[in-house]
């Protein structure tokens, strides 16, 4: 188990620099620095500027200082565009929104959406199983953006339930969770419900059953581990589609999230906080997929390195 | 994952000469959900090839008479053209649609086959080769799997110019990771074949082999892979296009309408989110639906 685990680790390191590398090298070889996008600059100016952000060294230079300042300070520079804040005060600005609801949605993707995807298997072929499956096929057409509009005009506009976006308290937290945990929802009860039924056929459901044990612990304590292990496997790219998702719910609900200072770097050029958001993002991804793949060797013995 | 049929001679033979791949056309023709799926695709894209003849209106021509008043005017009317209402600038929401339907089905498709074609040659190839390179290989898509791509397209639209082609290989390129997985596992177990090993006997090189005798063999698998994966590049395309920063005016997409109709929907003018948005779901599920029917007709395993 522990070889394995630093295994994996050993896997996350490298990926992570790849990231890394590839999103400054991208940087540089883009047509136009970051500072010829607006009115032309003098040429001493220019210089000035270039020098100011480090960008008249050698590219591997460059590439080893970004690197360096990220790995022993976790500093990921100045922003290019505006002077008086650096990368990391941006990012220190939206991740806590970010992080509030991409875990709640989370939460409540994988809790109901196991959830569902038991009863429906427990229920095969009852109304609720149809019902079920139905739901989830329907909500796989019905990602975030989609989600979004629908929510703000039937709980805003028609109802007048909800605040139609802001970030100020709890009420505010609702949509964005909904439309963004709806589709993962779905595909995680989808993938539940056919594991589930899967694993009940199999041997050591019918050993359980036919030493008397009530359905209830059959269910819960033998047929629910190994029912997960599809279920965990999807979780890496799940995670890594919902922080894709956070970047509309910041826009559309104007949570204030990272999301937001990402698409506003992109639109203004601003490659360093573009690149901040983005290695983040992959570091966070990797962290992930390695606590995915932990949990997987965890609960499935069989997986040995 | 998925075997395909035509992999196993001893079913051909209980079928009574009938061919694993007429086989797997009588399953698809008999499963309901996949002909309504197919039912709809056909419906979308003739509406996407052919719309255009039944609009009265061009997709940039703005109708005057509109502007200024479309929350009161602009609502589908069949008296004045707009069938499906005007846009906040007066545009006809029909010609509209038309367009960005096409645009979308094109970048699913287009960006389908990049990815269908990159993935089947680094599969096959890592498969067939095996060994180090093989691990290599592999190592390489765990990593590229851990990178978060949607940062990466946007990124690289943002600092290249915010081109369509841009756009169409992205979105294709950063969706081969799963398809070489899956076909470098198929490689394996026909790699072993009878007549792969002829083929070797007789002196054929690796390429040809992989080329003649791997890929037609992953037809099936590749078949299914593909109907599901252009939903995906839909979906992709329009959450950029949302964002504000796939396809540009006055160019459109399903994505780029559904998200002018989410902006302007506060004013009443609920159709401009509606319509992009039928449109965009009806494919989705024929998409889903066909895929689906195909995964059904050709797995072996639900006979």
Known sequence: M????????????????????????????????????????????????????????????????????????????????????????????????????????????????????????????????????????????????????????????WLGWLPGGGWQGPEYWIMPVIALST???????????????????SNHIRTARAKGLPERRVILRHALKPAMLPVISYLGPAFVAMITGSVVVDIYFSTGGIGKAFVDSALNRDYAVMMGVTILVGALTIAFNLVVDILYGWIDPKIRY | MVATTENNPGTAAVAKGRSPWADARRRFFRNKAAMFGLVLLVCVTLFALFGGLLSQWS???????????????????????????????????????????????AVGVVGALIAIIVGTLYGATAGYVGGRVDGF??????????????????????????SITILFVGVGLISWMDMSRIVRGQTLSLKGREYVEAARATGVSAPVIIMRH?????????????????????????????????????????????????GTIAYGTTWQLGFPLLFFVLTLFGFFFVGDGLRDALDPKDR
């Open chain 1, 2 to 157: 522990l070889s394995y685990t630093l295994k994996r680790i050993a896997i996350a390191i490298p990926t992570l620099l790849v990231l890394i590398v590839v999103s400054f090298v991208l940087m540089h070889a883009a047509p136009g620095g970051p500072f010829t996008a607006e009115r032309q600059l003098p040429p001493e100016v220019l210089a000035n500027l270039n020098a100011k952000y480090g960008l008249d060294q050698p590219l591997w230079r460059q590439i080893v200082t970004y690197v360096w300042n990220i790995v022993s300070a976790f500093d990921f520079g100045p922003s290019f565009v505006y002077k008086d804040r650096t990368v990391n005060q941006i990012i220190a600005q939206g991740f806590p929104i970010t992080l509030t609801y991409g875990l709640l949605s989370f939460a409540v993707a994988v809790i109901a959406g196991v959830s569902l995807g038991v009863v429906a298997a427990i229920r095969h072929n009852s109304a609720v199983d149809y019902a079920a499956v139905g739901v989830s096929i329907g909500a796989q057409v019905l990602p975030n953006f989609v989600m979004a509009p629908i929510l703000v005009l039937v709980f805003t506009l």
């Open chain 1, 183 to 201: 589709s993962f929802m779905a595909s995680i009860a989808r993938i539940t419900r056919s594991s589930m039924l899967e694993v009940l056929t």
């Open chain 2, 59 to 105: 997709n940039e021509e703005l109708d005057y008479n509109v502007m200024g008043q479309v929350v009161e005017l602009g609502a589908p009317s069949i008296a004045n053209g707009h069938y499906f209402g005007t846009d906040d600038l007066g545009r006809d929401l029909f010609a509209r649609t038309v367009q960005g339907t096409q645009i979308s089905l």
């Open chain 2, 137 to 162: 290989m592999m190592r390489l898509v765990d990593i590229l799997m851990a990178v978060p791509y949607m940062f990466v397209l946007i990124l690289l639209l943002v600092m290249y110019g915010r």
């Open chain 2, 214 to 262: 791997i890929v037609p063999n992953l037809l099936g698998v590749i078949a299914v892979y593909a109907t599901l994966l252009v939903p995906l590049m839909i979906l992709t395309e329009s959450f950029i296009s949302f964002l504000g920063l796939g396809v540009q005016e006055p160019m459109t997409s399903l994505g780029a309408l559904i998200s002018e109709g989410a």
